[in-house]
T-cell receptor, first 112, second 113 residues
Framework: QQQVKQSPQSLIVQKGGISIINCAYENTAFDYFPWYQQFPGKGPALLIAIRPDVSEKKEGRFTISFNKSAKQFSLHIMDSQPGDSATYFCARARAGSYQLTFGKGTKLSVIP | NAGVTQTPKFQVLKTGQSMTLQCAQDMNHEYMSWYRQDPGMGLRLIHYSVGAGITDQGEVPNGYNVSRSTTEDFPLRLLSAAPSQTSVYFC????????????FGSGTRLTVV
């Protein structure tokens, strides 16, 4: 089973700082890379997604950067806020596939 | 608009018991999936369905059965519960598969003793 390797496992960032979460994948036959955000006691919710034909996608304070040659993609959270404290999952899927494979998650804590 | 509704929220089972985790969505989504979430393991796909009457296995299907008789409902059955099935179970649905992202339910926390 192809995996998505996510790092770090946990991350502590000061309020106003930049949070960076990285994911690496092994196979290039994927073309959908979403990020999900999960608060305690809740289900994951789609945050932002990217396809490998673009190198970057930005939505508000959240940016995905995609490096196809390195087989890596990253989530950047600018001006991190305590309300961003959650677990973040990267994932990948083939075009037209219904099977999302998730990374193991990163627990982000933003401290005041 | 309720989205994806899972019941029960919590359940304790004894080894060998069977039960059904319920999942219902009111968004007319064709695609539905079941995931389990374990500490440090992320979310792993158990079974999925691309429409009524069509189901398929995911990454960790052993010990679980599903059926999809209607678009709205996608129950997950544990045939003979084992302690290894202690987990948080999430149901998710999507209108257009991965293109539109999945909407997850709030989960069922299952403990098998």
């Amino acid at each position: 089973q192809q995996q998505v390797k996510q790092s770090p496992q946990s991350l502590i960032v000061q309020k106003g700082g930049i949070s960076i979460i990285n994911c690496a994948y092994e196979n290039t036959a994927f073309d959908y890379f979403p990020w999900y955000q999960q608060f305690p006691g809740k289900g994951p919710a789609l945050l932002i997604a990217i396809r490998p034909d673009v190198s970057e996608k930005k939505e508000g304070r959240f940016t995905i950067s995609f490096n196809k040659s390195a087989k890596q993609f990253s989530l950047h959270i600018m001006d991190s806020q305590p309300g961003d404290s959650a677990t973040y999952f990267c994932a990948r899927a083939r075009a037209g596939s219904y099977q999302l494979t998730f990374g193991k998650g990163t627990k982000l804590s933003v401290i005041p | 608009n309720a989205g994806v509704t899972q019941t029960p929220k919590f359940q304790v089972l004894k080894t060998g018991q069977s039960m059904t985790l319920q999942c219902a969505q009111d968004m007319n989504h064709e695609y539905m999936s079941w995931y389990r979430q374990d500490p440090g393991m992320g979310l792993r796909l158990i079974h999925y369905s691309v429409g009524a009457g069509i189901t398929d296995q995911g990454e960790v299907p052993n010990g679980y059965n599903v059926s999809r008789s209607t678009t709205e409902d996608f129950p997950l059955r544990l045939l003979s519960a084992a302690p290894s099935q202690t987990s948080v179970y999430f149901c998710a649905s999507s209108y257009g598969g991965n293109n539109d992202g999945y909407t997850f339910g709030s989960g069922t926390r299952l403990t098998v003793v």
